[in-house]
């Protein structure tokens, strides 16, 4: 079972930057959809950032447009989130995701449904 990776986690104050990156070994990444989930205690799995098999394609939740950027290493199948301006919302374990079914970005972040998930990172924002 392929699951991608993971890393770039932290703890961070609150209008501070982090990185978050996923390397999906043994898969191909160029032409899937791929995306970043966040989950916090008694809530369910949403959607922060999904991009769709076309770069066009692309969605981001209200709270964190223009904020985060999510994008794609193609050659070394690596998916990153870039988190700025970060605030204590954030907190939470952030989950990438990768599927190949063609589906709008945001339904894709919407449908909390994807054939890779990694195993999930922390992120946490306070003072």
């Known amino acids: 079972q392929l ?7 932290h703890s961070v104050q609150p209008g ?5 990156s996923c390397k999906a070994s043994g898969l ?7 995306a970043w989930f966040r989950q916090v205690p008694g809530k369910e799995r949403e959607g922060v ?7 066009s394609n692309i969605y981001y939740r209200d ?3 223009g ?4 994008s794609r290493d193609k050659t070394n199948s690596t998916l990153t989130l870039q ?4 605030i204590p919302e954030g907190t939470g374990v952030y989950y990438c995701a990768i599927d190949g079914a063609e589906l709008p970005a945001h339904a894709f972040c919407r449908g909390r449904s994807a054939r890779y998930w990694g195993q999930g990172i922390q992120v946490t924002v306070e003072s």
């Open 3 to 9: 699951q991608p990776v993971e890393s770039g986690g």
């Open 16 to 20: 501070g930057s982090l990185r978050l």
């Open 28 to 34: 191909a990444i160029d032409y899937v959809g791929i």
């Open 49 to 55: 950032a999904c991009l769709g098999r076309i770069e």
């Open 63 to 65: 709270s964190v447009k």
């Open 67 to 70: 904020r985060f950027i999510i």
């Open 83 to 86: 988190m700025n301006s970060v």
